[in-house]
């Protein structure tokens, strides 16, 4: 009995989400940063074994959307949570409070007919005494708003504590299915695509809060040559979009360091996936409030 199907990861910005599926498929598939919105379209994770096929959804944090962009990023939560065989809602147990986001979500879903597994993430952070209270909270709200949990455990992604449990629990509530990818599929996004990622990943590690939200990465140039040695080596050009020219200067910083700084380590991660060296080449573009521009988000978006 052969089982495979569509799992949403949802929660609130920062909850783990990104970090999530990349450690249950083993693979960087999703960029994962300390600031909120690092995510902002769906993006799967492919984990095959003898049993079952688990293909995971890492959404965009849940917000309120204060841009045509963040509109788009909602629009693909929605359609995630619409379309899947199960859910897992991922919440942060240093944070236990349930606020307005957290009670919206659990509303959206409960009015759904899915089976959803509550997981508590960053139990490493707290006493364990807590945990119990966490649960008790959550499952209560859920009760009080018409649905519920099928299953509830708690997690740590960053020790890797419970990650076992959890896939047992979801391959215990997917259907019965053949095999929807190729057994070596990992991810459904391109090579392009994750090049561009990991470049933003960088930018949004290494400048301040303002700045990232307001870029955006294009590969314009991707080819595939042998060096002098006879290796094999990518050309790779791209482009940093910030939507401010008072932008630019910060993401060049002083004498090019700080644009040195987020290519060199978004080389070092490129060419670990592509196992071949990288000849990156970085420039900074300024593109006026890109994020309103409705044709050129539909553009980005359409390439995930």
């Given at each position: 009995?052969?089982?495979?199907?569509?799992?949403?990861?949802?929660?609130?910005?920062?909850?783990?989400?990104?970090?999530?599926?990349?450690?249950?498929?083993?693979f960087k598939v999703a960029i994962t940063t300390p600031k909120p919105q690092t995510t902002r379209f769906n993006i799967k994770g492919i984990v095959t074994n003898k049993n079952s096929q688990m293909i995971f959804i890492d959404t965009p944090g849940v917000h309120t959307p204060k841009h045509k962009m963040g509109h788009y990023m909602m629009k693909g939560v929605k359609s995630a949570i619409d379309t899947v065989d199960l859910i897992v809602y991922l919440v942060d147990a240093s944070k236990p409070t349930i606020d307005s986001a957290n009670e919206e979500i659990m509303k959206n879903i409960a009015s759904l007919n899915k089976k959803v597994i509550l997981a508590i993430n960053k139990i490493d952070k707290i006493e364990k005494e807590k945990i119990l209270k966490i649960i008790t909270i959550y499952d209560e709200y859920m009760r009080k708003v018409g649905g519920k949990f099928v299953e509830i455990v708690p997690i740590s992604v960053y020790k890797e504590d419970g990650l076992d449990i959890l896939t047992k629990?979801?391959?215990?509530?997917?259907?019965e299915s053949e095999k929807i990818y190729q057994d070596d599929d990992l991810t459904d996004i391109t090579e392009k695509e994750l090049i561009e990622e990991i470049v933003r990943e960088k930018a949004l590690n290494n400048l301040d809060e303002e700045v990232p939200h307001n870029l955006t990465v294009e590969v314009i140039k991707f080819k595939k040559r042998k060096g002098i040695d006879k290796k094999k080596i990518y050309d790779i050009d791209v482009d940093i979009i910030c939507s401010k020219a008072s932008h630019k200067g910060i993401i060049i910083g002083k004498d090019g360091a700080m644009l040195k700084k987020i290519g060199t380590q978004a080389r070092a991660d490129i060419e670990e996936i592509l196992d071949d060296k990288v000849n990156l080449k970085i420039w900074v573009k300024v593109r006026e409030n890109w994020q309103e521009d409705e044709m050129y988000v539909k553009n980005i978006k359409n390439k995930f």
């Open positions: 009995m052969y089982k495979a199907g569509y799992i949403t990861v949802i929660g609130k910005p920062n909850a783990g989400k990104s970090t999530l599926v990349n450690k249950l498929v083993g629990l979801i391959e215990k509530y997917l259907p």
